[in-house]
């Protein structure tokens, strides 16, 4: 079945560094790929997407590259802010009988510090 | 646009008990699942609603768990009875009906589920 691994958290950065959460994931077919942020007290948003090879999804600075050769889906940022911790997941989804469930990672806890 | 909510915010019940979490999708949105995130691992899958139908139940981890969607609004999922196991935090999401394309879930904030 599907599956996706993500790296170990937590994680701790100072203001203004650079950010790298890697996700790489097994799928059986042609899987879309996101990563998904959750702030304190909050549920789950989707930050990026990608739905084929080699796209870049981007937002609020953060970006991730679908790259299938290396079946592989990591989140950067160059420049963190503290506003910025939150836990990170990565998820695919496969399109199945008119509904996209997700498989996702265990998450990656970021704490970015001043 | 009021977004996914989920009631309760916490549940605190012991071994044995029953409980019913509830979750009100966006308004409009025909696709609902419950996801559930069991002692900080990976999020996972437990099944799917299409309105009123079950398309999906795959994740379900035993006859416990039982989840309805009547009249394909708000759902319900029911845990009865409880084991120390089902603690975790029970998500939903919801997202409009697609055709091949991925519709965004949006997600409520979870209800946090603690069996003693």
């Known amino acids: 079945g599907d599956s996706v691994t993500q790296m170990e958290g937590p994680v701790t950065l100072s203001e203004e560094a650079f950010l790298t959460i890697n996700c790489t994931y097994t799928?059986?077919?042609?899987?879309?790929l996101f990563w998904y942020v959750q702030y304190p007290g909050e549920g789950l948003q989707l930050l990026l997407k990608?739905?084929?090879?080699?796209d870049k999804g981007s937002n609020k600075g953060f970006e991730a590259t679908y790259r299938k050769e290396t079946t592989s889906f990591h989140l950067e940022k160059g420049s963190v802010q503290v506003s910025d911790s939150a836990v990170y997941f990565c998820?695919?989804?496969?399109?199945?009988?008119?509904?996209?469930?997700?498989?996702f990672g265990t998450g990656t806890q970021l704490k970015v510090e001043l | 646009e009021a977004g996914v909510t989920q009631f309760p915010s916490h549940s605190v019940i012991e071994k044995g008990q029953t409980v019913t979490l509830r979750c009100d999708p966006i308004?409009?949105?025909?696709?609902l699942y419950w996801y559930r995130r069991v002692m900080g691992k990976e999020i996972k899958f437990l099944l799917h609603f299409v309105k009123e139908s079950k398309q999906d139940e795959s994740g379900m981890p035993n006859n416990r768990f039982l989840a309805e969607r009547t009249g394909g609004t708000y759902s319900t999922l029911k845990v009865q009875p409880a084991e120390l196991e089902d603690s975790g935090v029970y998500f939903c999401a919801s997202s409009r009906l697609g055709a091949g394309s991925y519709n965004e879930q949006f997600f409520g904030p979870g209800t946090r589920l603690t069996v003693l």
């Open positions: 799928a059986t077919g042609y899987p879309s």
């Open positions: 308004s409009g949105h025909d696709n």
């Open positions: 998820a695919l989804s496969e399109f199945t009988g008119g509904g996209n469930k997700l498989t």
């Open positions: 990608a739905t084929k090879a080699d």
